[in-house]
């Protein structure tokens, strides 16, 4: 069980590590967005294949990540990627904020409410 643990830090370290280096203006453009696309994927709750379909939800996660963590790899000047993620390693050693989970929680409720609003054309039933 171990590996499996230091195998989904190494995925955390290095989803962590692409938004940070698809934000640094050292890597070209097309990549950086490709970097983008592929953190907000990482983070994102919502897979190309749902989590609750047997193998194929984890496989999607266990493949499409690690591959496109290593095409970006690739594709960024080797010390701009070492420079973060040495920065995104250090980083997953701080403490987690729980506050911080709360206020991004209570951002989504006001999104959903708003989203509920909109759809309803201000009609309360």
Known sequence: ????????????????AVWLAARDPAVPWPVRA????????ALSPIDLIPDFIPVLGLLDDAIILPAGVWLFVKLVPPAVWEA?????????????????????????????????LLVLGGRYY
């Open 1 to 16: 069980m171990s590996r499996l643990s230091d195998l989904a830090h190494r995925l955390r370290v290095d989803a962590h």
């Open 34 to 41: 490709f970097g983008l696309f592929l953190a907000a994927y």
């Open 84 to 116: 973060h993620k040495q920065t995104a390693e250090t980083a997953s050693h701080r403490p987690v904020s729980r506050w911080g989970a709360v206020g991004i929680a209570l951002l989504w409720l006001l999104a959903l409410g708003w989203i509920a």
